[in-house]
Nanobody
Framework: QVQLVESGGGLVQPGGSLRLSCAASGGIFRAYTLGWYRQAPGKQRELVASITSGGNTYYADSVKGRFTISRDNAKNTVYLQMNSLKPEDTAVYYC??????????WGQGTQVTVSS
């Protein structure tokens, strides 16, 4: 198991930017596929972006060109840079670590609110 702690959420105006961080402890961070998910009120949790141990990335269509996922294995941290934020990006954002497809841990979530 790995412990994950997100930070960096908050209130931002439409068009603004935020950078989320997720710090990990325990486990073998460099070997994990790391993902950022989000869950809006009344909706299912959805995958926003992921990055493999080799650095391959995936983005949901709704965030392509606006969000960037990255990882720093030396700091056991994964980031989500979010630009050009829209009200529909409002959600609780969670980070996740997987190994060979099995979930190793979830963070507690960080709230992102995009509103004027």
């Amino acid at each position: 198991q790995v412990q994950l702690v997100e930070s960096g959420g908050g209130l931002v105006q439409p068009g603004g930017s935020l950078r989320l961080s997720c710090a990990a402890s325990g486990g073998i961070f460099r070997a994990y596929t790391l993902g950022w998910y989000r869950q809006a009120p009344g909706k299912q949790r959805e995958l926003v972006a992921s990055i493999t141990s080799g650095g391959n990335t995936y983005y949901a269509d709704s965030v392509k060109g606006r969000f960037t996922i990255s990882r720093d294995n030396a700091k056991n941290t994964v980031y989500l840079q979010m630009n050009s934020l829209k009200p529909e990006d409002t959600a609780v954002y969670y980070c996740n670590a997987k190994s060979a497809g099995a979930t190793m841990g979830w963070g507690q979530g960080t709230q992102v609110t995009v509103s004027s």
